[in-house]
């Protein structure tokens, strides 16, 4: 596990899905979270080869799968993910094997009517599931909004030391908590 900003996660993905090593970046001075990016050797402080300045090198984050929701795909594995893409795409290029999960498997023909909406394309993807409401609680962009009032009482729950409780009621139950 790495305890890390979403901006130095993200520059870590840029940076594998690019093949080098790592990602400078200014904005994480100042943080604890330098000390520990150091001390678990994610980070490194270099220079500024053009002004000498000092910067912090985001190791290459490479992981071993990539789970991914989008809103649609094709059999094929073309992906197109509506809305902010956030770190999906760097960090499905930066994986070794890209899964992902849609609201919908579509035709490959709709897919090829809008090209520029394909955000994934198929090298990348080792498998399409459809899974309806798979980001739930959170939310789909275009489909359907995050429950707050479920991911409340899942922080309830998990404060009070009763994730097995919230497991049982709405992961292993039969229609879950939805």
């Given amino acids: ?46 220079k500024n080869p053009f002004n000498g300045e000092d910067m912090v090198a985001v190791k290459a984050i490479e992981p071993d799968i990539a789970l991914i929701h989008a809103q649609r795909a094709d059999v094929y594995g073309n992906v197109q993910i509506w809305g902010g893409r956030f770190e999906d795409v760097w960090k499905a290029k930066a994986a070794k094997r890209v899964v992902v999960s849609v609201e919908e498997i579509v035709d490959h023909e709709l897919i090829r009517l809008e090209p520029f909406k394909t955000t994934l394309a198929y090298p990348y993807v080792e ?52």
């Fill in 127 to 178: 498998a399409i599931v459809h899974l309806p409401k798979g980001a739930y609680p959170a939310s789909c962009y275009g489909l359907y909004e995050a429950d707050y009032q479920h991911l409340n009482e899942y922080v309830r729950l998990v404060r009070n030391g009763e994730f097995q409780k919230y497991l049982e009621r709405c992961v292993y139950s039969k229609g879950g908590a939805q």
């Fill in 1 to 46: 596990m790495i305890e890390d900003t979403c901006g130095a996660v993200i520059n870590g993905f840029r940076a594998a899905s690019m093949g080098i090593p790592f990602m400078p970046i200014r904005g994480i001075f100042g943080t604890d979270l330098l000390n520990i990016g150091l001390e678990k050797g994610n980070y490194k402080i270099i």
